[in-house]
């Protein structure tokens, strides 16, 4: 009996959730940190698409995960509450941000100087969000 409720609840917590899930989170920090955990795992997918051959996945998987810290930069603006004032949950995004961002550009070394462009326009999004984070919280008092 005790497997069997461990084995359920491993099966409840593979499920990551989507985009429209994580919109519909009431929190705005909670919203905003899961928006940036859903951006790493579709890096990671994007990753794992890349290396089965799939261009066309991985291109659609980096479009979602510029998708999720755009959801999370939103959320974070909606709070209300700035990096400088509360650092906590931008650090949080932000050193999140820039892990991903350096899985990025190890998968563009990977590639082909065509399948580049597939990495260039989401790395964009993520480096911008993610140098506003930052500048935010180093920003002098």
């Known amino acids: 009996m005790?497997?069997?409720?461990?084995i359920l609840l491993?099966?409840?917590q593979a499920a990551p959730p989507s985009l429209d899930q994580i919109r519909s989170e009431p929190n705005l920090e909670?919203?905003?940190k899961l928006a940036v955990e859903f951006a790493a795992a579709a890096e990671r997918r994007a990753e794992a698409a890349y290396t089965a051959g799939n261009m066309a996945s991985t291109a659609s998987e980096l479009k979602e995960m510029a998708l999720g810290v755009e959801l999370a930069q939103a959320a974070f603006s909606q709070t209300g509450k700035t990096p400088m004032r509360h650092p906590g949950p931008y650090k949080?995004?932000?050193l999140k941000t820039q892990e991903i961002l350096v899985r990025l550009a190890d998968l563009e070394k990977r590639m082909d100087a065509e399948e580049r462009a597939a990495v260039e326009g989401p790395r964009t999004k993520v480096q911008d969000i993610h140098d506003e984070w930052f500048d935010g919280i180093m920003r002098k008092k």
């Open 92 to 94: 949080s995004a932000e």
């Open 2 to 6: 005790g497997a069997l409720i461990t």
């Open 10 to 12: 491993l099966l409840a």
């Open 30 to 32: 909670r919203r905003a």
